[in-house]
């Protein structure tokens, strides 16, 4: 099995990201958003989700290992999916605390029948994690 190479949206070699061979199973954590798009504003909610300033913020975010993904579902295509990788709860909530958060999601929530945000905590998985099957 080949695994990809990182997309340009992922966080420079440099950064917090975990690397394989380097196990930092303890502490991640994950948000999560499922998004229920109105009728016509796909591309509208996607457009928003991009731009909303989660790539080029300043400063930069704290704690993000992965930058959020957004996943659509094949079977109902006005629901989404979106996740980013933490380092820690701490973090989470200080980017959620910034002044500029609730404009970002606001600029989403417009083309949106309803959302449901969640902060996660890895149960199952942390042995690929470890080995860096899963990044």
């Known amino acids: 099995m080949t695994v990809p190479p990182p ?11 975990p ?3 380097h196990s930092v199973v303890a502490g991640i954590f994950y948000t ?34 992965q930058r959020p993904r957004l996943l659509r579902d094949l079977n109902q295509p006005r629901s989404y999916l979106s996740y980013a990788v933490w380092e820690s709860r701490e973090a989470i909530e200080e980017f959620r605390s910034r002044p500029d958060f609730p404009a970002m999601i606001a600029a989403m929530k417009e083309h949106l029948d309803d959302m449901q945000i ?12 470890a080995i860096g099957l899963d990044s």
């Open 7 to 17: 997309t340009s949206d992922d966080l420079p070699l440099n950064s917090d990201m």
């Open 19 to 21: 690397t394989p061979g």
């Open 32 to 65: 999560s958003g499922r998004w229920s798009v109105k009728a016509g504003h796909e591309e509208a909610f996607a457009r928003a989700f991009a731009e909303s300033g989660v790539k080029d913020v300043d400063p930069p975010i704290r704690g993000l290992l």
């Open 118 to 129: 969640s902060t996660l905590e890895l149960v199952l998985g942390q042995e690929l994690t």
